[in-house]
Nanobody, 115 residues
Framework: VRLVESGGGLVQPGGSLRLSCQASGFTFSKYDMSWHRQAPGKERELVASISSTTGSTNYADSVKGRFTISRDNAKNTVYLQMNNLKQEDSAKYYC?????????WGQGTQVTVSS
C-alpha cells in the first residue's frame, strides 16, 4: 500500500505546478483522495479533496479558484493543478487516501514559491 507524490519544486509567484500522486497496492477507485500541506511551524491542513463515488470536490478557501484536484482511476493517480501560486502556498504537500477505516499517506513533495 503506497502513495508517491511528485511534481513539486521551486516556482516564482504567479507560476503554476502540477502535483501527481501515484497509488499502488490497493483499489484506488474506492478511495476518497485529498491533498494536504504543511508549512514549517504550522499544522497540516486540507487543501482539496475528491470523492471516490461522485467525483465531487472541495477546496480550502485559500486555494479556491486557483487549485484544481482531479483523479484518473485508470492510472491510479490523483492530481493537483496549482495556478497563480503565492508565497504562502509554500509547504510540503501530501496526498492521502481514505476508504472506510483505512487511511494511507504519501511521503510528500516540497513546493516553494519564491522570487
Amino acid at each position: 500500500v503506497r502513495l508517491v507524490e511528485s511534481g513539486g519544486g521551486l516556482v516564482q509567484p504567479g507560476g503554476s505546478l502540477r502535483l501527481s500522486c501515484q497509488a499502488s497496492g490497493f483499489t484506488f477507485s474506492k478511495y476518497d483522495m485529498s491533498w494536504h500541506r504543511q508549512a514549517p511551524g504550522k499544522e497540516r491542513e486540507l487543501v482539496a479533496s475528491i470523492s471516490s463515488t461522485t467525483g465531487s470536490t472541495n477546496y480550502a478557501d485559500s486555494v479556491k479558484g486557483r487549485f484544481t484536484i482531479s483523479r484518473d482511476n485508470a492510472k491510479n493517480t490523483v492530481y493537483l493543478q496549482m495556478n497563480n501560486l503565492k508565497q504562502e502556498d509554500s509547504a510540503k504537500y501530501y496526498c492521502k487516501g481514505r476508504f472506510i477505516l483505512t487511511t494511507v499517506w504519501g511521503q510528500g513533495t516540497q513546493v516553494t514559491v519564491s522570487s
